[in-house]
């Protein structure tokens, strides 16, 4: 990636609606998220902010409206006014782009931790086998973790899992990393150490989207933070206001439980 | 009172164990006097009855003819789960597949060659020639190119790979896809996330994992093929209980000649069981903390302690 950071948004949805059968999750999301920005998504469960970071990389499907990374729309081509779905092969390819980190970690068990890494630069990116190698281990030592390469997933904490989790997705050298609850299966005192480590992608530029409960993270790490409940953004707007000064009876509610 | 231990117990010291008398089980003793009675009375009725013909066995279990079954019972075994285990797999992926074409034939097969005996199978592939002379290449419905005898294009060796390989794919397929299945979706969620292909997160990701849940069936696959090579008798296809049911039609002394031919296949199962240990192991890595130790392994740390 030479390209220079674009002047628009890294992400951009507009009017985002998504059905589960006749169950409406999205009901007509605009967000935009800057290159650089840390941008937290709280709100309760179900409220559908989990399945709004699975649309950015495609994993689930948007039904109207349009959501585009880095001004490139998500799962389709436009060409004219007509919208073509996209194949598999350059879904994928879109991926690359993307780092996500899952809240069960979702390493492969079969594989050590260093063959978790490497494997899809190797595969679905091509690389050399010395490039990839050279840069796993320094990632798995920013990570803390330099000398538990040839550990298996169960052999490694929670923590650990989700920090090689975090190297795996950094790997690929995505220009966005999406958080999908990353430190909540994990035990409390191995909640901070996850943290550390965003907090440090954080302050080298990375671009963020982070659904999290953890409002200390929200309100020391994140740039931006927006609420959502039942399918809507409630509210949005920098950590200290929303967090201090909610303007929604809703967010005041939920922050009411939660802090 | 009596002067009481103080209550932080010294670290020197270990705490008194526990003495009770163990619970007695009086039924393991009566069930292994009855067996043992049981067995000593079979044991008896093998050595003493002369119809088992032990001599004549020996005399005829390693002649070149029941050698040579032999060999022909192992590779057809192994041909037959290859063609099986191929197929299964193919059959599988086109199973699950969001493709409802490929999806169809996949149940179609299965329901096909899973829902007829095998036995029958095989004396269809073996006889296939009364229901078509000839096979012809060409347009469909059009201009022939080539047309082959079916008499030389399947021969019985044909005829008995296709009618167990065949047969053995439907019910691979069913192994298959139930393992992949077992597979978490987070593993392909998180491949295809990482910009992976459908085909790449299939090979180097749901399939290994899969194994584990797919090696003990197919391990029972196996052992169940090896005895099923029997059936190609019918093709008819010389394999060993082909030839030692010959000798002993020969000699008048059907009854020994099956007793030696149970021994060859439990002798081949047995190696069988081993290799599927080994196997098992291998695709439990990942999922358990410490492998379990081999037999050798055990044998080892039991007797030869200096030696490791």
């Not at chain 1, 920013?142 to 997705?169: E, F, H, K, N, T």
């Not at chain 1, 150490?193 to 790490?221: K, S, W």
């Not at chain 2, 044991?43 to 004549?56: A, E, H, K, L």
């Not at chain 2, 491949?191 to 849940?213: D, E, K, N, Y």
């Amino acid at each position: 990636m030479t390209t220079p950071t674009p002047p628009g948004p890294m992400v951009k949805a507009e009017q985002v609606h998504k059905w589960f059968g006749r169950f409406e999750v999205l009901k007509g999301i605009n967000l935009e998220v800057a290159p650089r920005e840390v941008m937290c998504i709280v709100g309760p469960s179900g409220s559908g902010k989990s399945t709004f970071l699975r649309c950015i990389n495609h994993l689930e499907r948007i039904h109207s409206g349009r959501l585009s990374v880095d001004g490139e729309l998500v799962g389709y081509r436009e060409r004219g006014d007509k919208l073509y779905e996209m194949r598999d092969s350059e879904v994928a390819r879109q991926r690359l782009d993307i780092g996500m980190v899952f809240q069960r970690f979702n390493l492969f068990p079969h594989m050590t931790a260093m063959q978790n890494i490497v494997e899809a630069p190797l595969r679905a990116k091509g690389e050399s086998k010395d490039v990839v190698r050279e840069r796993a281990q320094k990632l798995l030592e920013r990570v803390g973790l330099g000398d538990r390469g040839d550990s298996y997933p169960s052999q490694l904490s929670g923590g650990q899992q989700q920090r090689v989790a975090i190297a795996r997705a950094l790997c690929m050298e995505p220009k966005l990393m999406l958080f999908d609850e990353p430190t909540s299966a994990l035990d409390p005192e191995l909640v901070g150490e996850v943290l550390d480590v965003m907090r440090q992608l954080a302050e080298v530029g990375m671009t963020m989207i982070v659904v999290t409960h953890e409002m200390g993270f929200a309100r020391e790490v994140g740039d931006s933070l927006v609420f959502m409940d039942d399918g809507v953004v409630v509210e949005e707007g920098s950590p200290r206001d929303v967090l201090s000064n909610p303007q929604h009876n809703r967010t005041k509610a939920f922050l009411s439980k939660v802090l | 009172m009596s002067t009481s231990a103080p209550t932080t117990t010294k670290r020197s010291e270990p705490p008194e164990p526990i003495k009770a008398i163990p619970v007695r089980h009086p039924g393991r003793w009566v069930a292994m006097v009855a067996i043992a009675v049981l067995a000593a009375m079979f044991v008896n009725s093998v050595v003493s009855n002369p119809n088992w013909q032990w001599g004549f066995q020996l005399d005829n279990a390693f002649t070149p003819p029941v050698l040579k079954g032999v060999v022909t019972t192992l590779w057809l075994t192994a041909a037959s789960m290859l063609i099986g285990v191929a197929l299964g797999v193919a059959l599988a992926i086109m199973r699950l597949s969001p493709n409802p074409v490929l999806s169809g034939a996949a149940w179609f097969y299965v329901w096909v060659f899973r829902g007829t005996p095998v036995l029958v199978q095989l004396v269809i592939w073996g006889n296939l020639n009364s229901l078509y002379r000839q096979v012809s290449l060409g347009v469909p419905f059009g201009p022939e190119w080539f047309v082959f005898e079916t008499r030389d294009l399947i021969p019985p060796i044909a005829a008995a790979l296709l009618g167990l390989g065949l047969n053995e794919a439907a019910y691979m397929s069913e192994i298959i896809r139930a393992g992949i299945l077992s597979v978490d979706e987070g593993q392909s969620e998180a491949s295809s996330a990482l910009g992976m292909s459908r085909m790449q997160t299939l090979r180097r990701i749901v399939l290994p994992q899969a194994m584990r849940v797919v090696v003990p069936p197919t391990g029972n696959e196996t052992i169940s093929m090896l005895k099923t090579t029997s059936l190609v008798a019918y093709v008819p296809y010389v394999e060993l209980f082909f030839q030692t049911s010959a000798i002993g039609s020969r000699t008048f002394q059907p009854f020994p000649m099956l007793v030696t031919a149970s021994m060859w296949y439990l002798a081949m199962t047995s190696v069988l069981m081993v290799g599927q240990y080994y196997i098992e192991r291998y695709y439990a890595r990942g999922s358990v903390r410490n492998l379990p130790p081999t037999p050798i392994q055990k044998l080892r740390r039991r007797f030869g302690r200096g030696e490791t």
